[in-house]
Nanobody, 129 residues
């Protein structure tokens, strides 16, 4: 069983920055992806970024490319999402997730929420204009 705990959400002004953390326990996750997703009120959960820890491949949604950066601290079993140049449309609850099985193949399909089994409780990010 995997437990994921997000932290670091909050309020930022348009153009500002926030960093989210996702601390994992119960499993090392070296053999699978970890993804960041977000869900705004009334909308479906959408993929923001992911990293396949098995081969280091990284993917970003077009909406956040060149603004957000995913990274990992292997020693701490923690993943981060650095969010720069935030926009009001980035306002959402942000979740980190991990698949229930090892990730053998990389690809943009890893930005799909259906590929993930384990989820954190979410962190609210609110960007004011």
């Amino acid at each position: 069983q995997v437990q994921l705990v997000e932290s670091g959400g909050g309020l930022a002004q348009s153009g500002g920055s926030l960093r989210l953390s996702c601390a994992a326990s119960g499993l090392a996750l070296d053999d699978r992806a970890v993804g960041w997703f977000r869900q705004a009120p009334g909308k479906e959960r959408e993929g923001v970024s992911c990293i396949n820890n098995r081969d280091g491949s990284i993917y970003y949604a077009e909406k956040v490319k060149d603004r957000f950066t995913i990274s990992r601290d292997k020693a701490k079993n923690t993943w981060y999402l650095q969010m720069n140049d935030l926009k009001p449309e980035d306002t959402a609850i942000y979740y980190c997730g991990a698949p229930g099985i090892p990730t053998y193949y990389s690809g943009t399909y890893l930005l799909l929420a259906r590929e993930y089994k384990y989820w954190g409780q979410g962190a609210q990010v609110t960007v004011s204009s």
